[in-house]
């Protein structure tokens, strides 16, 4: 899914879920070199989808 990596914090937990993972830990800078890729390949992915959508298998 592309799009904001922001979250509804209190949507499923009651706690704050930036408080379960420790700010040294290797999955935020896993999760930072990822959304960096990411976003560093967002126009290709844009070329791959038209002004309308996507066509249908039926229609390809």
Do not use: C, Q, W
Not at 2 to 13: A, I, P
Not at 25 to 54: C, Q, W
Request: proline share 3%; charged share 35%; hydrophobic share 35%.
């Amino acid at each position: 899914m592309r799009g904001s990596d922001e979250r509804s914090r209190s949507l499923f937990s009651y706690v704050d879920l930036e408080a379960r993972v420790r700010v040294d830990h290797p999955l935020r800078v896993i999760r930072d070199l990822a959304n960096a890729a990411m976003g560093d390949l967002s126009g290709e992915f844009g070329k791959l989808y038209t002004d309308f959508g996507r066509p249908s298998m039926e229609e390809t």
